[in-house]
């Protein structure tokens, strides 16, 4: 905004120039002594020179003459994180390492631990677009650690990422499915509910009997809150919704024709079931049937 006074009424207009191109203001006609002329759609973090322009109501011209600097444009977006791996997983010193790119230089931190609470966290301050934090103090024998990767920009901008996996604590890798209407379900869809992914097949006895207890929880708890996801094992749309009319089961059930989602999961018992929290993180993992609703709802109220 541009402000002047001129000691009679007058016209106000603004010239501004930036290198050799310059714009004008539209004259405004009311005869004032007190002006004011806002530009807009300036350049951030530039200097432009500006011309207060008056003339008086007998057509005299007086100019003002000066230059101002617009502040630079704020950053407010976060680094992305990708292309996470892990590697030089080394069980007799305890150790490994955490690598992954940003595209823009951040800091790099890990916290990581056995439990969702992590408990143990590394910390380099140093701007970087590859980043490598190596992991030290770890328990041998085949331990399974969380971790979570933080980044942070120059402007303070954080990006948190959690590697996509069919372990606890890593993000449940998505997927889309058809139901026994052929619509497609995407497990991202869900996000912000808690998800039950349940790998089951139809002639799986303890798949059949857990069925009932998951049903009574898809029952009781809130669709806001919970929802089933059933895939099965690549059995016909026909075999089946014969089961389901059987059981009268309600929660969807989607079909795994080509296994490529139980393969994600690595999944190698049946039933398996990955309890997904709100925020996409397999929180449980039950390798076999669940003996009762109560089972299932304990696991669900620790979230």
């Known amino acids: 905004m541009i402000e002047w006074v001129t000691d009679e009424p007058a016209t106000s207009q603004v010239s501004i120039c930036i290198g050799n191109y310059c ?16 530009l807009n759609d300036l350049e951030p973090g530039a200097t432009y020179h500006y011309t207060a322009i008056s003339k008086d109501a007998s057509g005299n011209e007086a100019i003002s003459e000066g230059d101002l600097a617009t502040s630079a444009q704020t950053d407010t977006t976060p680094p992305m994180i990708s292309e996470i791996n892990v590697s030089n997983i080394n069980e007799s ?51 399974s650690y969380r971790f979570k990767i933080k980044s942070k920009d120059a402007s303070g901008n954080k990006a948190t990422a959690i590697p996509a996996g069919s372990r606890a604590g890593y993000r449940a890798p998505d997927f889309t499915l058809q139901n026994l209407d052929e619509d497609e379900v995407n497990l991202s869809d869900f ?4 998800v039950m992914v349940n790998f089951w097949y139809v002639g799986c ?28 094992r690549s059995q016909s749309v026909e075999t089946v919704q014969g089961f389901v009319d059987s059981k009268s089961l309600t929660f969807p059930i989607l079909i795994d024709s080509s296994e490529e989602v139980h393969d994600d999961y690595n999944v190698s018992k049946w039933p398996t079931t990955f309890v997904v929290d709100t925020e996409g993180i397999i929180q449980e993992i039950q390798a076999g049937a669940f003996s009762s609703q109560e089972e299932i709802e304990t696991i669900l109220e620790s979230l």
Request: proline share 7%; net charge negative; charged share 25%.
């Open 93 to 143: 010193s305890s150790s490994a390492t955490i690598e992954w790119k940003t595209d823009e230089p951040a800091t790099s931190q890990v916290e990581y631990g056995k439990t969702a609470a992590y408990g143990s966290n590394t910390q380099d301050d140093e701007l970087t677009t590859s980043h490598s934090v190596a992991l030290t103090g770890l328990e041998p024998d085949a331990t």
């Open 23 to 38: 714009t004008w203001t539209e004259p405004e006609e009311p005869l004032v002594t007190n002006h004011s002329v806002t």
């Open 205 to 232: 006895t303890p798949c059949e009997d857990e069925m009932p207890h998951i049903q009574a929880v898809f029952d009781k708890w809130p669709d806001e809150e919970l929802t089933v996801l059933a895939v099965n």
């Open 191 to 194: 996000h912000g509910k808690i």
